[in-house]
């Protein structure tokens, strides 16, 4: 390999054209509150995990959205399912159902 | 702080809580962990209160501990509970009295699933019908045994001993109180003053003198957090809640810590300890911890009930301090004897916070 | 003409309505159920976007009224009936009697108590965006509890607005650039306070506030995307606040001296009530429903019976007062038929 002291660099768009949007697709289907979050972040702030680790319900929402499956997968997997998230919502997102849907779906899911 | 806003938010919040003829029901942990407290209560119940309370040999634990681990399915600790109220009508009784915050919450949430989706009681009959050959009746009124002493609150202290004052000072103890989580935050018209507010173990400290401090960490997790302790790795979670509590109530120098749920007891008295051997820190004054005691051992203070009768020299951090305030008459050469007298076994001393032995 | 048109509630929109009917010839009478008219418009130190004193607006409203238009205060309508073409409306102690009816209730402050976890009428130094308009009309700045001038405050935006919890799940429009305003106010009053502003989304819809947002920035408000979970408050009455900074997907934490809660539009007590018994229902929200939302939005399902203002949902005052007169050219048509 020849050294050029430099090196194409990776592309960090969201490429919604590539995306794989079927997690988002598949917990909506099963769980429609998934659509409502207006990314408030009231569950993150209340989040009795997150505010020891980096854990977001709210980033990783939206990482489905995004198409960044592992992402969603490994942030799921720091949830404590203590659900006082679901008591914040103001849009009455079932919040603890949809990341146990995303445990559920790992399976399936995973890339 | 406004105080009349508080009370209309108490008055909001105000539940049906059964005048006698309780079911009573143990938690699972507590007669390990605060072995006298359980006991105080059927006492104070029978003997001070001249209740009719009945607990059967029979019942089991809610398996609410396996549940919120997902260990138990739900369909098995709805067909628990049944077997539960089961044995509740065998007895003739009808006000079941559980102990544990977590069996509270179990049952609180069953009945509310029982009413919106009575499809699942149908199942749940089925399954005990199956399973035991039992059928049950929903308990007529349901009751922490923390509401039972809120309510009973001015009869205990029409007939206490000793006030929550600092003998010394003549001044109002300071006590922080911390309610389990499932006991007001899922469903908060079950809860007496409901989630935000709760007056039920506030109520306790005011009728027997003392005041109550509002500290911000006031509504966080203990720290048991079933996920956060049951799996080791995951404690350091479990620790941390505790910690961040601690250092929250520390400024407002509380002279103890009152809560009704198992758990909580649990892990605010034991995470001191650790938290003093890890990090060489302690929240109490002269490098005590700060005493967490159950409401049963609060209402058996005021009482004049012997400390040591009541178990409470099990607790990680030491109580004595605090019995002095109070001017609790008690003998402190008996505070490792069984109840006849013997030698009890010495706890080990620790290293980094005071503990007198 | 003569003909008489009622019209229940003396704020902005029954006001303009009222000047615009008798101007057209019309004998109007103004029901208002407080002791004052101008409705919560009266109750505001000044106007977004310009900052302009509310007084000179409810002044030039009430001018008009010296005989007809005519007012009756602390006079509430406890039911219409509608007999004919008649509409009877009873109050405690008289019953009155029109040809049209103009429903102008308006709308009431959602009481931000319902958000316990926020502490309003607990904790001492959390405020509605309306006290905070009392204060700066009294003191010409806000004043804590005990009388010192706070250093950092912060504006909690969609208080009973965009919120499930407490059955609000519709936006109240004008809270957004309320707390804009009031945050740059503060900052005037107060030049060396810390002002910080905890939204979802700003809704800078109308003319002049988006300019109002960037003065806001200038002038040196934090806004912070995130909306409050909990308040809790500290020693000498200081409030904790938490949220998510979602920008840095971080909870954040911060202690202010003062928290102001947005509070949102939610519909007037008694007013479905009132519609109830000439068989209209409200919207979803548990506004007065409008007959078409598009092309007919002053007209209700009773013919002679028709709606202008907050009364119908969320509105700023120039949404008012232009329903107002459309109200006017409505009735005016139904009166002329």
Same mark, same amino acid.
Not at chain 2, 182 to 190: D, G, I, Q, R, S
Not at chain 2, 216 to 225: I, Q, V
Not at chain 3, 168 to 173: A, N, T, V
């Given at each position: 390999m020849v050294d050029f002291g430099y090196a194409p660099l990776e592309i960090k768009i969201h490429d919604l054209d590539k995306a794989n949007l079927t997690l988002g697709e598949w917990i909506a289907e099963r769980d429609e509150t998934f659509k409502h979050c207006i990314a408030c972040g009231s569950c993150t702030a209340t989040c009795t995990a997150g505010k020891f680790t980096a854990f977001s319900f709210r980033e990783m929402c939206h990482s489905i959205r995004r198409g960044e499956l592992m992402e969603a997968i490994t942030e799921s997997e720091k949830c404590m399912l203590c659900g006082k998230c679901i008591l914040a919502c103001p849009r009455n997102v079932n919040t603890r159902n949809i990341v146990k849907l995303v445990r559920k779906a790992n399976q399936n899911f995973r890339v | 702080m406004i105080k009349d806003g508080k009370k209309k938010v108490w008055d909001d919040y105000q539940k049906e809580i059964a005048d006698d003829k309780f079911y009573y029901v143990r938690s699972c942990i507590r007669q390990t962990i605060w072995p006298g407290s359980e006991n105080i209560y059927l006492r104070i119940l029978k003997?001070?209160?001249g209740k009719d309370i009945y607990e059967s040999e029979n019942h089991t634990t809610c398996t609410g501990i396996g549940y919120h681990s997902e260990v138990v399915p739900f369909e098995t600790i709805q067909t628990v509970v049944a077997r539960n109220f089961s044995l509740m009508k065998e007895a003739g009784y009808e006000n079941y009295n559980p102990s544990c915050v977590t069996s509270f919450g179990i049952y609180t949430e069953i009945l509310e699933t029982w009413h919106h989706f009575p499809d699942e009681k149908k199942k749940v009959i089925n399954f005990l019908k199956q399973a035991t050959n039992r059928d049950f009746v929903e308990p007529k009124n349901l009751a922490h045994t923390s509401d039972v002493l809120f309510k009973f609150r001015n009869e205990i202290a029409a007939k206490a001993k000793y006030k929550l004052i600092n003998k010394e000072t003549g001044k109002p103890l300071k006590v922080v109180d911390h309610i389990g989580?499932?006991?007001?935050?899922? /469903?908060?018209?079950?809860g007496v003053g409901g989630a935000e507010y709760p007056q039920v173990l506030a109520g306790l400290v005011e009728t027997f003198g003392g005041e109550v401090i509002d500290y911000?960490?006031?509504?966080?997790?203990?720290? /048991?957090?079933f996920r956060q302790y049951l799996v080791k790795a995951n404690r350091g979670y479990s620790i941390s809640a505790s910690k961040k509590k601690f250092e929250s109530m520390e400024p407002f120098k509380p002279d103890f810590i009152i809560t009704n749920c198992p758990g909580c007891n649990y892990f605010m008295d034991r995470w001191q300890y650790a938290l003093a051997e890890m990090e060489h820190k302690t929240y109490g004054e002269n490098g005590y911890g700060i005493p967490v005691l159950t409401y049963e051992e609060v209402a058996g203070l005021v009482l004049g009930f012997d400390p040591w009768e009541m178990g409470m020299q099990m607790h990680q951090v030491d109580v004595e301090p605090l019995l002095k305030k109070i001017g609790v008459e008690y003998d402190p050469s008996k505070k490792f004897k069984g109840a006849n007298g013997e030698d009890l076994p010495l706890p080990e001393k620790p290293n980094h916070i005071n503990f007198s032995v | 003409m003569g003909k008489e048109v009622a019209i229940i509630g003396g704020g902005v929109a029954g006001l303009e309505a009222a000047n615009q009917l008798a101007t057209l010839g019309y004998n109007v009478i103004i029901f208002e159920k407080k002791g004052q008219p101008g409705g919560n418009a009266a109750k505001w130190d000044r106007l977004f976007p310009n900052r302009r004193h509310t007084s000179e607006v409810v002044n030039s409203l009430k001018s008009r009224l010296n005989g007809n238009p005519s007012i009756m205060l602390s006079t509430a309508i406890s039911s219409v009936t509608k007999s004919g073409n008649r509409f009877v409306l009873a109050t405690k102690g008289k019953n009155f009697e029109a040809d049209a009816i103009l429903l102008a209730t308006g709308f009431e402050l959602f009481p931000a108590e319902k958000k316990e976890e926020y502490g309003y009428g607990i904790y001492e130094n959390v405020i509605t965006s309306a006290e905070l308009e009392e204060m700066f009309a009294k003191h010409g700045k806000p004043v804590m509890k005990n009388g010192s001038t706070p250093s950092k405050i912060a504006f909690i935006h969609c208080v009973g607005s965009r919120d499930e919890k407490v059955n609000?799940?519709?936006?109240?429009?004008v809270c957004c650039v309320t707390a804009v305003k009031q945050a740059i106010e503060v900052k005037e009053a107060i030049p060396a306070a810390e002002v910080y502003s905890l939204y979802m989304d700003l809704r800078m819809f109308g003319p002049g506030y988006e300019d109002l947002y960037k003065e806001a920035q200038q002038i040196g408000i934090n806004f912070i995307r995130g909306r409050l979970s909990e308040a809790s408050e500290l020693d000498g009455g200081r409030v904790q606040i938490k949220t998510e900074d979602t920008l840095s997907s971080r909870p954040l934490k911060m202690s202010v001296d003062m928290v102001v809660l947005m509070v949102g539009m939610s519909p007037a007590l008694g007013t479905i009530e009132l519609i109830s018994g000439l068989g209209l229902k409200p919207n979803k929200d548990g506004f007065v429903a409008v007959a078409?939302?598009?092309?007919?939005?002053?007209?209700?399902?009773?013919?002679g019976v028709f709606v202008a203002g907050a009364c119908s949902g969320p509105s700023n005052i120039t949404d008012s007062v232009n329903a107002a007169r459309s109200a006017a050219i409505e009735i005016h048509k139904y009166l002329s038929k």
């Open positions: - | 003997d001070v209160l989580c499932h006991y007001a935050k899922m /469903f908060p018209n079950k911000p960490e006031r509504r966080h997790c203990c720290g /048991f957090g | 609000k799940p519709y936006c109240s429009k078409d939302y598009h092309l007919n939005p002053i007209g209700t399902g009773v013919e």
